[in-house]
Every structure is written in C-alpha cells, then in structure tokens.
C-alpha cells in the first residue's frame, strides 16, 4: 500500500504531537543545546528524508518523553538527553520514524506501531473524510475494515461515530496483535482472508488493500522496513482488487457504502472492476489532487 501506498493526507484533525507539518520554531532566545542539536540533525537527516527537521523534532521529542508541541515551546534550550543520537542513527539508516517511537497519528487518534505492520499514512484519512460526507454525524451502525493493519481505519471511524462498532479483519498476526493493544471495546479484530467466512452486513466497509506493482521501485525507509505483503499486489497491483470485487456485495447492507482506497493511476483499472460488479463509483481525492478513494454504492432496485 503505500503514502499513496496504501496510506498517507494529513488533515487538520492530526493530533501536534505527531502532525506531518513542520511547526514554526518560536524566537531564538539563545543557542540551547536541544536547539543547536535539532538544526544538526535535521542537516544530516536531509539526506535520508523529505521532511528531515520535523523527524529531528519528532525523534527528540521522543527522547525527552514529551509531545513535540511541548518541545518547540518550552524545551529548546534543555540539554539533549543521551538516547538521542542512537535514535538519530536509526533514521540515518532508513528506519521509518513510526518505528522508532512506536506510535503514529491518524486522523483523531493515535495508534502504536511497529515492524510488521504497514504504517497508517495521512492519505488514508480521505477514506474516512468520504464517509463523514456520506453518513454526517448520524454515522454507521456497523464496520468493516478489511486489511485492518493496527486498526487504522476502523478505530479512526469508531472515534468519529461514538455509537458505531465494528470489526478489524487481517491476515497477519502481527498486525492484529497492534489492533488489539490499539483496541475499542466497540471493535472486534478477527484474523482472516479478506472478507471471506463473514456472514454479517455492514453499513460502511473501509479497505486499503495492498496495490503497489512487484518490482516497484519504493523508498528505502519503506522496501526496507514494512512488510512486502502490506504493500506488493501482482504484477499490475491490481490482484487484491480482483479479490475483493465480488465480495463486496455480499457483505454491504442495503443504503451501505464501500470506501475503497487506490493508488495513484489506479482509478480507471479499479472503477472498471467495480463497476462489472454492479456498484455505482464516485471518486474523491487525496491533499494532494490524486484520486486516492472510491466511494462504492449500489443502486436500489
């Protein structure tokens, strides 16, 4: 999957502890030693990362054992704490920042991470953007997540609607285990193929399935780091599209949608599979202008 792997779009509902967006540094008022060693490691980050002086904050934050709101504000001038350089040293090798810490921000909340699990990525959020401009604040009764990951999706939807529940289904073990310690009591996370052996109907179903091309040529802190089955789908990154079409029906309630997430360039290819199943398909878009979600729907009959 991917930032447009699968995940990644920040809204502004990110909590500041872990938001995307560098904040402005306040007014130097002298050199501190956290301050001096932020703007170091963010010129030896520089080389591995897009966004080097938000990772140098994040990582320090981390070290100190505080937000990183409260860093920027009132701790620039403490001293730099001794696991920092360690922490540095694993993102100079590509180690996914989330890792590091153990937690990663999404919409409304915040979940723990680590390896083994395929990263919740700001672009995500527009799955659960589409739902709340389907359903408003009335909301789902009942969930699905397909591809569940830590729960991304379904917690996320379940701290929007109070009075939803739902389930979280994976593959992976590994991936559940984070679900669980991420859990709601309103979630249930079942191990499972896709929406194979499900009985039950859902109001919204929410999937970010695997759909990056084998062979993709993927960022380091990504190829390197999170698990090839959360990511590679075929040759195309069509083959979990192709799994899914034909059982989406049988497990929407009448009036329920589908939120489907696509990678970039993906809409034509995966509208056209949908749409031989019989689902009506409308197309919303990332932060970045790439058609990042199709909304599935039937038609009544």
């Known amino acids: 999957m991917g930032e447009g792997l699968g995940g990644g ?18 007014p130097h008022q002298g050199e501190g030693l956290v301050r ?7 010129a030896r980050l520089a080389a591995v990362s897009d966004t080097p002086r938000l990772d140098a904050e994040l990582l320090m934050a981390h070290a100190l054992g505080i937000e990183r ?19 540095l040293d694993r993102r100079l090798a590509h180690e996914p920042v989330a890792y590091i810490t153990g ?45 569940t990951g830590p729960g991304t999706l379904l917690l996320a939807a379940l701290d929007q609607w ?24 309103r979630a249930e996370f079942r191990l499972g193929d896709w929406g194979e052996a499900i009985a039950e109907r859902f109001d919204l179903i929410l999937c970010n399935p695997p759909y990056v091309e084998a062979g993709a040529d993927l960022p380091p802190d990504v190829a ?14 069509l083959d979990c599209y192709r799994l899914l079409a034909p059982q989406f ?14 990678g970039a360039g993906q809409e034509s290819a995966v509208s056209a599979l949908m749409a031989a199943e019989g689902f009506t398909i ?14 599935l729907s039937v038609d009544p009959e």
């Open 9 to 26: 779009g920040v809204s502004g509902k990110t909590p500041p502890f872990i938001d995307v967006h560098p904040t402005p540094t306040p």
């Open 282 to 295: 409308e197309s919303r878009m990332d932060l970045k202008g790439i058609a990042r979600c199709l909304v």
């Open 162 to 185: 109070p009075e939803a529940s739902g389930l979280g289904v994976d593959g992976s073990p590994a991936a559940l285990a984070y679900a669980r310690r991420n859990g709601d009591a």
């Open 103 to 147: 937690r990663r921000a999404f919409w409304t909340i915040a979940l723990e991470v680590g390896p083994g699990v395929l990263i919740p990525r700001p672009d995500s959020e527009a799955l659960i953007e589409a739902a709340v401009v389907r359903f408003g604040k009335a909301g789902p009764r009942r969930i699905l997540d397909l591809g």
């Open 36 to 42: 001096r060693v932020l703007a170091d490691g963010a």
């Open 224 to 237: 390197r780091y999170e698990p090839d089955a959360a990511l590679y789908a075929g040759p195309d990154g």
């Open 249 to 262: 029906r049988a497990l929407l309630a009448p009036g329920g949608i589908v939120c489907l997430e696509i």
């Open 69 to 87: 709101e409260t860093l920027l504000l009132r701790r620039l001038d403490d001293s730099v704490p001794a696991s920092f350089a360690a922490l």
